[in-house]
C-alpha cells in the first residue's frame, strides 16, 4: 500500500472542501476563499496532544504574519481518529486561544471522520455537516466572520438548513462522497 504523502491529505482535503462544504453551501462563506485562495492547509503528522498544541499555537503566529491568508484548516493525518480524543484536543486547543490571547482573534470550527453531535445517534446523517477525511481544527479570523455575518441574513438558520440538508439526502450520500475523496488523491484534484 502506498504511503500518503502530506500533498495527498491536502488534495482530499481541499476536493472535500469543494465537493461538500463549498458545492451543498454547508458554509455559505467559503466559495469566495476557495475562489480566492486564502485558505491555507496544514498537515500536522503528530499524534501528540503536546505537538498537536504547539501546531495551533504555530499556526496562529503563522495567521498572524500572513493577513491575506483568510482561514486555515489545520489537518491532523495520523492522530486523533478517535473522537474522543479529538474532543480533548479541541478543549486544550480552544484554552490555548485563551491563554495566548487569541481569544476573540480566531475561533476554531472542528470536523472529524466521526463527528458525531451530542444529542444525535452515530448514523445521523446530520453528523455529516461536520465530517472530514481527517481530523481538522479549522482556524476562523473572528473579525471577518463578524463581518459576513452581520451582511448574511438570518445566520442563526445555517445550521439548521445544513441538518436539513443532511437528513434529506441521507448518510449513505455524504458516505459516498467521502470514500471517493479518500480513493485517489489523484484523481480528485
Not at 491529505?9 to 458545492?23: E, F, G, L, S, Y
Not at 480566492?36 to 498537515?43: A, G, H, K, P
Request: hydrophobic fraction near 40%; aromatic fraction near 12%; charge should be negative.
Amino acid at each position: 500500500m502506498q504511503k500518503n504523502t502530506a500533498n495527498d491529505v491536502i488534495a482530499r482535503t481541499a476536493t472535500w472542501v469543494n465537493d461538500v462544504i463549498v458545492k451543498y453551501n454547508f458554509c455559505p462563506f467559503a466559495r469566495v476563499e476557495v475562489e480566492r485562495q486564502r485558505i491555507r492547509y496544514v498537515v500536522c503528522s503528530q499524534a501528540t496532544l503536546d505537538a498537536a498544541l504547539l501546531a495551533c499555537a504555530a499556526e496562529c503566529e503563522w495567521l498572524d504574519a500572513h493577513p491575506q491568508t483568510e482561514t486555515t484548516l489545520l489537518i491532523f493525518d495520523h492522530g486523533f481518529a478517535d473522537f474522543q480524543d479529538f474532543l480533548e484536543l479541541v478543549d486544550y486547543a480552544n484554552e490555548l486561544l485563551e491563554v495566548q490571547g487569541y481569544e476573540g482573534i480566531y475561533q476554531l470550527a472542528t470536523f472529524h471522520p466521526d463527528y458525531q453531535f451530542a444529542d444525535s445517534e452515530q448514523q445521523d446523517a446530520a453528523n455529516f455537516t461536520n465530517r472530514a477525511p481527517y481530523p481538522v481544527l479549522h482556524f476562523l479570523r473572528e473579525a471577518s466572520l463578524a463581518s459576513v455575518l452581520a451582511e448574511y441574513q438570518n445566520p442563526e438558520a445555517i445550521p439548521e438548513r445544513n441538518i436539513e440538508f443532511a437528513r434529506r439526502k441521507g448518510a449513505e450520500f455524504f458516505i459516498s462522497i467521502l470514500q471517493r475523496i479518500m480513493q485517489s488523491p489523484k484523481d480528485n484534484t
